[in-house]
């Protein structure tokens, strides 16, 4: 049987929560939701997710940082993250990438595409699993 993996939305924007707390749970996924850098970090304190879905912009504190922390941190250094973002120059995806981002989506976004690539990023994390 195959892992439930828990998967943290990070987003001061309550319509990217419903949309893709919606979607994961279909998908079987269990799904938390931050609106802040604060509620994340508190969240992935009390329990490491398997992957986070970021966005950068976000009121006092950004995505950006929140990335610093969690891949700054030995014990949460190896949670996923992909930054779920407005912001899409390639100087905005390098920046994420650069602070320790796995994987960077634009929005608007597909939820379709965005699935894909929650699923390839976790697929390896399965693999992990069964060895």
Same mark, same amino acid.
Do not use: W
């Given at each position: 049987?195959?892992?439930? /993996? $828990?998967?943290?939305?990070? $987003?001061?924007?309550?319509?990217? &929560?419903?949309?893709?707390?919606? *979607? +994961?749970?279909? =998908?079987?996924?269990?799904?938390?939701?931050?609106?802040?850098?604060? #509620?994340?970090?508190?969240?992935?304190?009390?329990? !490491?997710?398997?992957?986070?879905?970021?966005?950068?912009? *976000?009121?006092?504190?950004?995505?950006?940082?929140?990335?610093?922390?969690?891949?700054?941190?030995?014990?949460?250094? $190896?949670?996923?993250?992909?930054? +779920?973002?407005?912001?899409?120059?390639?100087?905005?995806?390098?920046?994420?990438?650069? &602070?320790?981002?796995? =994987?960077?989506?634009? !929005?608007? /976004? &597909? *939820?379709?595409? +965005?699935?894909?690539?929650? #699923? &390839? *990023? +976790?697929?390896?994390?399965? =693999?992990?699993?069964?060895?």
């Amino acid at each position: 049987m195959q892992k439930k /993996f $828990d998967i943290l939305i990070v $987003d001061d924007d309550p319509q990217v &929560h419903k949309i893709i707390a919606k *979607m +994961l749970p279909l =998908e079987g996924y269990s799904v938390r939701s931050a609106y802040s850098a604060d #509620e994340a970090l508190t969240s992935v304190a009390r329990a !490491k997710p398997d992957l986070i879905i970021l966005d950068i912009m *976000m009121p006092k504190v950004s995505g950006i940082e929140v990335c610093n922390k969690i891949k700054g941190n030995p014990e949460t250094k $190896d949670i996923m993250i992909l930054i +779920l973002s407005a912001k899409d120059a390639q100087a905005d995806r390098i920046e994420g990438l650069t &602070h320790g981002a796995d =994987e960077y989506i634009s !929005k608007p /976004f &597909h *939820m379709r595409h +965005l699935m894909r690539k929650i #699923e &390839h *990023m +976790l697929a390896g994390k399965d =693999e992990e699993l069964k060895q």
